[in-house]
């Protein structure tokens, strides 16, 4: 059983326009979401997160919103450059949980195309 | 600049050999994680440790045993290796837990069981 589904496993965007990547979760015990970014070859890098008693959250061309009743959060990206090429994972933990037990989505991969 | 560092890089054993995935990392962080990642599916937590002498079981530790001797370092042992263990293996750091928690992944060591 998923707590954290990203339901679409591949995204394809034109450079420049906008990326929306979407994750769903279960469990309303959690309260601190993060996206992580994984290209080939390489392990995840950190790439924005947000506490549940936020909506939104800014870093640069990253923001993340989330949508406690929904039990949704989605990652924008604007403007995708083909660097962003990746595969983006959602991930969530309970209240006073590590970030090591972080429960992930499978991942969604990004194509960026110039 | 090294952060978290496994070794080898790949690995192909047979049925029933066992190894050492080996993991440092030279950021004095006290919280260090082992994980593993199927084909098409998110990370899962095989093991984590709070500090040197302090080993816990993550979401799926069966066939693996680890040990945390210093801070640095983190072996993940597998004893018996089966083809269910094929995967990819990133071993993790942070500072803290909690909030603003971020996890420093290594680049992977991919295990091939045949």
């Known amino acids: 059983d998923q707590q954290v589904k990203q339901n679409s496993p591949s995204l394809s965007v034109q450079e420049g326009r906008i990326s929306i990547l979407n994750c769903d979760y279960t469990?309303?015990?959690?309260?601190?979401f993060l996206w992580y970014k994984k290209y080939p070859a390489e392990g995840p890098t950190f790439l924005i997160s947000?506490?549940?008693?936020?909506d939104k959250n800014e870093d640069g061309r990253f923001t993340v919103f989330l949508n406690k009743s929904a039990k949704h959060l989605s990652l924008h990206i604007v403007p995708s450059q083909p660097g962003d090429s990746a595969v983006y994972f959602c991930?969530?933990?309970?209240?006073?949980?590590?970030?090591?037990?972080?429960?992930f989505g499978k991942g969604t991969k990004l194509s960026v195309k110039p | 600049n090294a952060g978290v560092t496994q070794t080898p890089k790949f690995r192909i054993l047979k049925i029933g050999q066992s190894m050492t995935l080996q993991c440092t990392q030279d950021?004095?962080?006290?919280?260090m994680y082992w994980y593993r990642q199927d084909p098409g599916m998110g990370l899962k937590l095989i093991y984590y440790?709070?500090?040197?002498?302090?080993?816990d079981k993550g979401e799926v530790p069966n066939g693996y045993n680890v040990s945390r001797s210093t801070t640095e370092d983190f072996p993940l042992r597998l004893e018996l290796a089966a083809p269910s263990q094929t995967s990819v293996y990133f071993c993790?750091?942070?500072?803290?837990?909690?909030?603003?928690?971020?996890?420093?992944f290594g680049s992977g060591t991919q295990l091939s069981v045949l």
């Open positions: 993790a750091s942070s500072a803290i837990q909690g909030a603003d928690e971020k996890l420093f």
């Open positions: 469990n309303s015990m959690f309260d601190y």
């Open positions: 947000i506490s549940s008693i936020k």
């Open positions: 991930a969530a933990s309970e209240p006073g949980g590590s970030q090591g037990n972080l429960i």
């Open positions: 950021m004095n962080h006290n919280y």
């Open positions: 440790s709070v500090g040197a002498g302090i080993t």
